[in-house]
């Protein structure tokens, strides 16, 4: 089994999208929702659906062990970020190289990196009269935006598109796709490490 625990920060769609999914799944298991927020409605909806979740700040994130503690005490194999906004830092990167996967609502390269996210991506989308966005699935190094690029999906972007209706092309295509790749990069992931072994 492969547990997965979510990292959100916000309304988390997409992390109950992934929960649902992922629902009563013969290899791939939600086992933990991690927020930096406890006003994060994505608790709710974790609690909704019976997943365990933990809410964290910014000392315990980035200045001790505790959360890789959590990590291990429920089995984690891999961490999926569904809106998480803060910089993943060294020590996670470490203890789960190539195992922490990203959404980003924008083709990396374009539109990434520190500040990038929501409808920061879009406004810049539009003010420079792209012709197309679209999503991105990658892993996490040490940079925002710049691990290696699983998964992208396009979609146009028409003069007339208000920000709204950019943001929400770009979301139902996270909301299709997200899961699926998540499902098929682990279950590669897996055929590797015990070809490995």
């Not at 991690?34 to 979740?53: C, E, F, Q, T, W």
């Not at 879009?122 to 040490?142: C, P």
């Amino acid at each position: 089994m492969n547990n997965i625990a979510i990292f959100a920060s916000g309304q988390g769609t997409n992390a109950e999208n992934i929960i649902a999914y992922f629902n009563n799944h013969p290899h791939i298991n939600v086992q933990l929702l991690a927020s930096n927020r406890s006003d994060a409605y994505a608790l709710v909806r974790a609690k909704k659906h019976g997943i365990p979740a933990i809410i964290f700040n910014k000392d315990e994130f980035y200045n001790d062990k505790t959360i890789l503690d959590t990590l291990v005490l429920h089995k984690v194999d891999t961490i999926v970020l569904a809106g998480f906004l803060w910089l993943i830092p060294g020590y996670l990167i470490d203890a789960y190289p190539r195992h922490i996967i990203n959404i980003h609502p924008a083709l990396l390269p374009e539109y990434g990196g520190k500040g990038m996210y929501g409808m920061n991506v879009h406004h810049a989308v539009i003010d420079n009269k792209e012709r197309e966005t679209g999503i991105t699935i990658h892993t996490i190094d040490k940079e925002y935006d710049k691990g290696e690029i699983i998964f992208q999906k396009k979609c146009a972007v028409e003069p007339e598109d208000t920000l709204e209706i950019v943001a929400e092309k770009v979301h139902a295509l996270e909301y299709k796709y997200f899961p699926p790749v998540i499902e098929d990069w682990l279950t590669r992931q897996t055929q590797t490490d015990s070809t490995d072994i």
